[in-house]
Structures are given as structure tokens and as C-alpha cells.
């Protein structure tokens, strides 16, 4: 039986006190949780609450509350038995965002165990177990167990949210996407920080995207989100830093799946795209820093050069997915990967330089395929997307081909040309370049 809470932590009266602008006990926000997780406050009840947050906001104590809250929810990954720095990154998403991909393993090879919970694309946005899951016979669904071994033996594992882990979030996160509540800085901070803390992390980075192919364009806005990340975590225990780069075109020259793990292969071999590499190694640097094992940026790089140089990082990332029961041979040979039937070649109107790639329009061709779903019950084409993407200040011929469509059939791969060559703009002159890194928040 469900024992009465006080009067004061009545769900009308929380509601009330958030509502008319109070600052929230942890007692309150704590049964607010526990609310959510139990089923003892109604639907209508936790949504009013939510409206409340989103309206009145929360300042850094009783979001760090609601993250703790939230965290203990579900079970918390207890890795003790790893000996080595526990580090994760987290990515707020973007347009070939696959940096989790190369960046795990690189790591990993550096001596930093990487436990890495993940999600699945929605919208414009790819997910990180979805392209795991083009590599045949991979699996991301491990059990907790399963997890805390693959960690102790291999030191890194890449896997999906567990029904365990911070199940207030779950239930929070389905109201607040019905509710007009998802755009709200302390839940945003909450919901992502109680998963990742629930990991058994000792440490986190953060890559706060802004830009047209970011979940917040507005740089001022994504800054604020990873200011308060960055400050909820380190009160919570969890040293933090988080990078803000920019997300006003497309990560890489491959968006969807399979090319993704593709692209993934040819970082780790050290010939990935510039973007694509400059971007893994300075979350790289952040993650050994955090984890201890080198003082000094320039250190950290060189070990993150030198573990893709020696064929270190690649090996490793074999090693997890034979860990995980895929097909390690992807390794070597990358057309064992899902090949789409159909392919169709994206060709430059004109001779100069690519001023322009809008990244929403590359992903909403990448999400027409059938590379992306819009409802969470979609299922994906591991196959398809979007390969050879010439990028923002390259120099193009008329008639080269600045774009490859892999598609399901002919048809589809057609009808996609013409919106997929809406993405590009072209001029006489190549733009300035674009730091990818504005700012490292500690
Ligand atoms: N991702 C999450 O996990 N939660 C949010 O609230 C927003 C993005």
C-alpha cells in the first residue's frame, strides 16, 4: 500500500507553489519524481506541473534536485568494478552527427572506459543505436549485467536506454512531448543528465549544437542549455564540460546509417572527413582530461592521433562489436554493410565554390528516403541516405557530381534530386571559414 504523503507535498499543493513562482523544496521536486514513477500523481497533475516549470523555470539547485530525483528513479549502473575513468559524451544532435562512432573507441584505445547509452533518431536528427544497428548482427539492447561486463572486459559499450534506467524520464519526457513542454531549459537539463549520471559515469562532456541543423538554432539559447548542464552536473558530483559548435551544415560528407558506420571507418583508419575528425578529437581531448590521463590538450591529442595511427582505435572498435554480436568483418570490409539497391548521382549546376549546404534540407532528403522516422514507431532502411556530399567552401565543376542518393529503388532515388540540390548554393567566391568550436564551458 502506497503510504499518504504530507499535505505539503500534496501534488495541488506543489503545483500551486511552482505556479505561483515559489522555489521548490527537494522534498517537493522529490515527490513530484516520485509521482512520475509510481503513477501516484495523475497525468493532468504532472503535466500542470510541467506547464508550471516551463512557465516559472527552475534556478540550478532545484533543477540539480530534479536531476538527482530523477536519476534515482531506476536503477544506477554501478561500475565500480571497472577500474579505469568512466567517461561518456553527450550530443544534443545534429545533421551526420556520428561522432559518437569513432569517438568511443578512440577513446577507449587511450585507456578511458566509455559507457555509452544512447538513443534512436527522431526527426532530422539521426541516433546513434540506429546506425549501430546497420552493422549486421549488432545488438544494443544488453541486459544491465551484460553492460557491466562488456565495460569490465572491454571497457567501452555501446547501448540503448534500458526500462530500468531513470524511468521518470520516460514517463515525464512522453507528457512533454504532448504537453508543449519539451523547449524548457531545466527539463531538458534534467531529462538528459538523469540518464547519462544513471550510466555510472564518473564524468561527462557535453556537445551542445547550435545553428539550422540544431535542436536549439539559437546560439544564445544553446549556450544558456550548456551552461546549465554544465552547472547542474558539477553540483551533482559529476565534473563536466561541455563544447558549442556550430550546426549550420551537415557533419561529415554521409548522412543516414550504414554510410554513417562507413564514414565512421575511414576516421578510425585517419582519413575521415576534416570536419568530422577536428570535431572527435577535441571532444576526445576534453574526455581525457576529465578522465586524468593526460594535464595537457596537446598530449591529448597526439594520444588520440596515435591511437588511430597505430590501428589501435580501429581494432577496438572490432572488438565491440564482436563484444556485442555483430559482424567484426564490417572492420575491413565496409560492403558488408546494408547496400542500397538504388543509387543516383547529385550533379552541380555550375562551376565555382559551394557557399551554402543547409543541413535541414539534407536531412529531411535523408528522412524522405527512409533513412529517419518521424514517429517514434517507424521503422528505419539501414541502407539508404546520402554519401559523397561536397561541403561548404569546396570548388566545384559543372557536372561534377556533388552529391551520391543511395535509395530503395530508382523512383525514390530520382524524385529526391532536385530537393537534395535545393540544399546547395553556389558563388565566385569561397565563405570564411566557420569555427567548428565556439566555446569550451567548464
Ligand atoms: N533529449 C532528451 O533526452 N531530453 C530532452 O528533454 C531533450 C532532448
Redesign the pocket.
Known amino acids: 500500500m502506497q503510504s499518504v504523503p504530507p499535505s505539503s507535498l500534496f501534488p495541488q499543493h506543489v503545483i500551486a507553489r511552482k505556479r505561483d513562482g515559489h522555489t521548490l523544496t527537494t522534498a517537493e521536486i522529490g515527490a513530484f519524481v516520485r509521482g512520475a514513477t509510481d503513477g501516484s500523481w495523475a497525468d493532468y497533475q504532472l503535466s500542470a506541473m510541467l506547464m508550471a516549470v516551463f512557465l516559472r523555470g527552475m534556478d540550478s539547485a532545484e533543477t540539480a534536485a530534479l536531476t538527482d530525483a530523477m536519476m534515482r528513479s531506476g536503477v544506477i549502473a554501478d561500475l565500480s568494478s571497472v577500474a579505469l575513468p568512466k567517461v561518456d559524451k553527450h550530443s ?1 544532435g545534429g545533421v551526420g552527427d556520428k561522432l559518437s562512432l569513432p569517438l568511443a573507441p578512440m577513446v577507449a584505445a587511450c585507456g578511458v572506459a566509455v559507457p555509452m547509452i544512447s ?1 534512436r533518431g527522431l526527426g532530422h536528427t539521426g541516433g546513434t543505436l540506429d546506425k549501430l544497428e546497420s552493422i549486421p548482427g549488432f545488438r544494443v539492447g544488453l541486459s544491465m549485467e551484460e553492460y557491466r561486463r562488456q565495460m569490465e572486459r572491454v571497457g567501452v559499450a555501446l547501448i540503448g536506454q534500458t526500462r530500468e534506467l531513470a524511468p521518470a524520464d520516460k514517463k515525464l ?1 512522453s507528457l ?1 512531448d504532448v504537453t508543449a513542454t ?1 523547449e524548457c531549459i531545466p ?2 537539463c534534467a ?2 543528465l538523469s ?1 547519462k549520471l544513471a550510466e555510472g559515469i564518473d564524468s561527462l562532456v557535453l556537445d551542445v549544437k547550435f545553428g539550422r541543423g540544431a ?1 536549439m538554432r539559437e546560439k544564445a539559447r544553446a549556450r544558456e542549455l550548456a551552461r546549465a548542464m554544465v552547472d547542474v552536473a558539477v553540483r551533482v558530483g559529476k565534473p563536466t564540460r561541455a563544447l558549442l559548435t556550430n550546426m549550420d551544415r551537415p557533419l561529415g560528407r554521409a548522412v543516414g546509417n550504414a554510410v554513417e558506420v562507413a564514414e565512421t571507418l575511414e576516421c578510425l583508419q585517419g582519413r575521415g572527413p576534416a570536419d568530422v575528425m577536428e570535431l572527435t578529437y577535441q571532444l576526445g581531448i576534453q574526455m581525457l582530461l576529465l578522465a586524468g590521463v593526460e594535464t595537457d590538450p596537446i598530449a591529448a591529442r597526439a594520444r588520440l592521433e596515435r591511437s588511430v595511427g597505430s590501428g589501435a582505435a580501429l581494432a577496438k572498435f572490432a572488438q565491440i562489436i564482436e563484444a556485442q554480436g555483430g559482424d567484426p568483418r564490417v572492420v575491413d570490409d565496409p560492403g558488408l554493410l546494408p547496400q542500397a539497391p538504388a543509387q543516383e548521382l547529385v550533379l552541380s549546376p555550375e562551376s565555382g565554390y559551394i557557399t551554402d549546404v543547409e543541413p535541414m534540407a539534407v536531412a529531411l532528403s535523408a528522412l524522405r528516403l527512409g533513412a529517419g522516422r518521424i514517429r517514434a514507431e517507424d521503422g528505419i532502411d539501414p541502407s539508404v541516405g546520402i554519401d559523397r556530399l561536397c561541403q561548404t567552401g569546396e570548388r566545384v565543376e559543372r557536372g561534377q557530381p556533388i552529391a551520391r542518393i543511395l535509395a530503395k529503388d530508382t523512383d525514390s532515388a530520382r524524385r529526391e534530386r532536385e530537393s537534395l540540390l535545393s540544399a546547395f548554393s553556389f558563388g565566385t567566391a569561397a565563405p570564411a571559414p566557420v569555427a567548428l568550436v565556439d566555446e569550451v564551458l567548464c
Open positions: 544534443t538513443g519526457y512533454r519539451v527539463l531538458i531529462s538528459i540518464k535542436f
